[in-house]
């Protein structure tokens, strides 16, 4: 049992999933318990010397923590909770005095090579997705003519990991002078410390002022976006030089940081041989896999228990991705009361502003519902010179019908076009036509479509149980499902059939033999939009029908599934379906689907787990309904397949108008007022 003397330790959220083994709060002015056998400390801040102390007069072994290397979306120094920690039973990872159990972890190269793989696709994914040790910097955007430069990283005043790393404030004057005389050509660039930037701290160049040679650079910016413009990279020991390391960046080390020694480093150090000598060479990879998959110690930032640094890393850019692409201040004019309610948590983040008003003329973007908000809106956003934005619905909607006004979990906020306008591009066509997957995502695709179809989640999640007929029995089964038919995806992506009717005829005549089940949408089942196939007709071209079906088990039971541009031809793929699309929808023109037509942007040949990820796990946001915080489509997922399934409430002769406006009054209040 760890025996914890800090309260600053103690108060660390879900300490427990972070340390190994049960943990007690102890006090100086009491006798230690005889089942605690080590004593935990933070570092070597100066407040660990009394525990030290209490710990060597008990004879029991010290036990250090320290922040880890993937620590949290913000700052330390303001209150953000880390999400990883390290526990080191020899020394810690910054004192190059002595060894450590991550230098023996780095050492262990057996232990190290299984770890291999995991280790190369993290790496890949920390550089790909901008990520660092803190996460709260947007990207460095990098000037029309940017120079040649170098960077030099400064550190806070008095940092354990300067004096432990065998360096003092001369090393930074010694690096500083180094640069300007190694590079004549090239700009310093020396960057603030994000802890100075916020005005927590103070650094080691507080008093450099900028010159013809010497940028002070002072925005908080990313690490991996500002290195890919750096030629090189100087420290002292900031943990920014291992990050310059994946980076693939030459780095120059003025103290005796983690991972210097290795052969990985240019070590400027006078004791540079020594640590070499104990060190011995390592691979990038092994030093990746000690520190970061073996070393740290990670909790999951929403459940609070053990976790991986893949979870932690999914999530980080999940946050940051939703933060970084709502910047600014965002207008989002002519919405009822019931699109403002619902879009509110889906836009506004810390660091942006959001404005409802009917005029905001500081805007940086207007946001617009759909293509209808586009052609209302587009002439304003024009005359503002700013770019206007589109909001629809997402894919993994609610358990219920959004037109009976339920919320959904999600909703798609796209830059470009919007996903059902097969006329020109979108985000998501574009994220599928540049589509390419690395196994972890592959894996994270094959498992959310898995879990789909496992717990039979679809876009609205309502219906009754469906059985096929039995005179069914013997023929191939197609199923075409009705659409609303003033909807915008058939305005825009549908072209030689474009109403239910003649597509439920057009199936007929190419498939007189097969077994049709004609299913509805459920709006027009309630009597909420247009698009009512007659009685006569439905006799004419279908075998049956499917009224108040749960639309997953139909497509289930069908062998083929016929649409213009519906959904549910994408949920039908995920089924294993064959998917014949007489329209564009976005799932259609990747070589997955039998196409009527054709679309020449769309060129590439895509897998399933391609289209899954892009469109489930890319394009979307979600949003928790009771944190109001992003989350990852597999929670949104798990959420609506232990919800309560939505009720048709369809009866013979359709539900009466007043009853529907009041059910909508209700869901209204329920989601503005709580």
């Excluded at 209302?376 to 909607?397: C, N, S, T, V, Y």
């Excluded at 006329?423 to 479509?449: I, V, Y």
Aim: with cysteine; aromatic share 8%; glycine share 6%.
């Amino acid at each position: 049992m760890l025996g914890i003397y800090s309260g600053g330790i103690w108060r660390i959220p879900y300490l427990g999933s972070l340390l190994p083994g049960e943990c007690v709060r102890l006090s100086p002015f009491k006798a230690i318990p005889e089942q605690v056998n080590a004593i935990a400390v933070w570092g070597h801040r100066p407040s660990a010397q009394k525990p030290v102390a209490l710990a060597e007069a008990a004879g029991l072994p010290v036990i250090r923590l320290e922040d880890g290397f993937i620590r949290s979306l913000g700052l330390g120094v303001q209150d953000c909770p880390p999400l990883s920690i390290v526990v080191d039973h020899l020394g810690i990872y910054y004192d190059a005095s002595a060894p450590s159990t991550l230098e023996q972890l780095v050492q262990d190269r057996a232990g190290n090579q299984s770890l291999a793989g995991e280790a190369e696709a993290m790496m890949h994914a920390i550089v790909d997705n901008d990520l660092s040790k803190y996460n709260q910097a947007p990207p460095f955007v990098a000037p029309d003519n940017m120079p040649e430069a170098v960077l030099l990283i400064d550190q806070t005043f008095g940092d354990m990991s300067v004096t432990k790393g065998n360096a003092s404030p001369e090393s930074f004057q010694l690096m500083l002078e180094t640069a300007k005389q190694e590079n004549p050509n090239a700009e310093i660039w020396v960057k603030v410390h994000p802890d100075v930037l916020c005005g927590k701290k103070s650094g080691y160049f507080a008093h450099l002022k900028s010159d013809s040679r010497v940028r002070l650079f002072a925005e908080d910016v990313s690490p991996q976006s500002l290195l890919r413009h750096m030629q090189k990279v100087y420290v002292v020991t900031s943990q920014y030089g291992f990050e310059a390391l994946l980076a693939g960046k030459p780095v120059i080390c003025f103290g005796q940081p983690w991972y210097a020694g290795w052969g990985l480093t240019d070590d400027r150090h006078p004791k540079a041989s020594e640590l070499a000598a104990r060190r011995q060479p390592a691979t990038l990879n092994d030093l990746f896999t000690a520190a970061y998959l073996r070393y740290c110690r990670y909790r999951h930032p929403v459940s609070g228990q053990s976790t991986t640094l893949a979870s932690v890393v999914d999530w980080l850019v999940l946050q940051r991705q939703h933060s970084l692409t709502r910047r600014g201040m965002l207008w989002v004019p002519g919405l009822s009361l019931w699109k403002t309610a619902i879009l509110k948590p889906f836009l506004k983040t810390t660091e942006n502003q959001v404005r409802f008003a009917k005029r905001c003329p500081q805007a940086s973007a207007l946001i617009a519902w759909g293509t209808r908000g586009e052609a209302k809106w587009q002439a304003q956003a024009d005359a503002q010179h700013i770019p206007l934005w589109r909001m629809e619905d997402g894919f993994i909607r609610s358990s219920g019908l959004g037109s009976d006004l339920l919320a959904p979990l999600s909703l798609v906020l796209d830059k470009t076009g919007i996903y059902y306008d097969a006329s020109r591009p979108s985000d998501l066509e574009n994220l599928l036509n540049t589509s390419s997957l690395n196994e972890h995502q592959r894996e994270r695709a094959q498992a959310l479509q898995q879990q789909l179809v496992r717990n039979k989640v679809s876009k609205y999640n309502l219906g009754l149980d469906w059985h096929l007929p039995p005179e069914a029995t013997g023929s191939k089964v197609i199923l075409v499902p009705g659409q609303v038919e003033d909807d915008a995806s058939i305005k825009t992506g549908a072209l030689s059939v474009n109403t239910n009717r003649d597509l439920l005829r057009t199936v007929r005549e190419r498939n007189p033999d097969a077994f049709i089940v004609f299913k509805p949408h459920p709006d027009v089942l309630v009597g909420n939009r247009e698009g009512h196939v007659a009685a006569e007709d439905v006799a004419r071209w279908a075998d049956c029908q499917a009224l108040d079906a749960d639309i997953i088990q139909c497509i289930q039971h069908a062998d083929e599934l016929h649409t213009m541009t519906s959904l549910s031809g994408f949920e039908a793929l995920m089924h294993g379906k064959r998917v014949f699309c007489y329209g564009m929808p976005f799932y259609a023109g990747w070589g997955l689907t039998q196409d009527e037509h054709h679309i020449s942007r769309r060129a590439r040949q895509l897998s399933l787990e391609d289209l899954v990820w892009q469109t489930l796990i890319a394009y979307p946001t979600y949003i928790h309904p009771q944190r109001l915080e992003p989350m990852l489509a597999e929670e949104a997922a798990l959420w609506l397949s232990a919800a309560p399934r939505g009720a048709m409430k369809i009866t013979k002769k359709n539900i009466g108008r007043l009853a529907r406006q009041y059910r909508k009054l209700l869901m209204f209040y329920k989601v503005r007022f709580g």
